[in-house]
């Protein structure tokens, strides 16, 4: 199992499409590349949503997880 640093998160708990996806990006936008951002929310939507996300800008899921009702990703800035 791989362990990574975070730098940075985004708690995007009880928040809709688009808006983890608008915090997630502004958030990346702060961060340097190859820094590590955890996401954190609870639309079940966010699951495409962020493989959408992470294919258009570039940035990297390292790991995504779902625990107790919360979807937990990890994204490397690129």
Not at 31 to 52: E, H, K, N, Y
Not at 59 to 77: E, F, P, T, W
Request: hydrophobic share 40%; with cysteine; proline share 4%.
């Amino acid at each position: 199992m791989t362990t990574f640093t975070v730098d940075r998160e985004v708690d995007a708990r009880g928040l809709n499409c688009p808006l983890p996806i608008l915090r997630t990006k502004k958030a990346l936008n702060d961060m340097l590349s190859g820094q590590i951002l955890r996401v954190v929310a609870t639309d079940p939507a966010s699951q495409r949503d962020f493989q959408a996300f992470s294919r258009q800008t570039g940035n990297a899921i390292v790991d995504q997880s779902i625990a107790n009702g919360d979807y937990i990703y990890l994204l490397r800035r690129k």
